[in-house]
Structures are given as structure tokens and as C-alpha cells.
């Protein structure tokens, strides 16, 4: 990226309205856009994390999806 040339020690993220957007467009069940925009806004320790996502992908059938 041309910014990494200018700022080298930068770290590229994505925006939280890029990723709600992203979602809301994507995403036709709105139980799991509630549950995908609560990890956007929580604070999760790691391991907090691990285990509310993979009940997420659980709780939708997605655990097979990549």
C-alpha cells in the first residue's frame, strides 16, 4: 500500500461503519447482524471472544463456512 511507504509502522484496520454497512447489506438474518455488531462494540478478553463466536457460528449453522 502507498500509505506504508509515507507511515511505515501503520496497521490498516476497517472502519466501524464500513463493517456495519458490510453487514446490514450482506447479511439477511437480523439476529446474527445484533449478535456480529456486538462483537464490533464489546470489549471480549480472548478468550471471551473464542467462546461467544464459536457459539455464534453455532447457534447459525456456520461453523463449516470459511
Known sequence: MVIQQFIPDST?????????NNVSRNVKDPLFEYGFV??????????????????LLEKFDLTENK
Not at 38 to 55: L, S
Open 12 to 20: 490498516h484496520r476497517l472502519c466501524d461503519c464500513y463493517l456495519g
Open 38 to 55: 456486538d462483537f464490533m462494540y464489546n470489549y471480549y478478553t480472548n478468550e471471551e471472544f473464542d467462546r461467544k463466536w464459536a457459539a
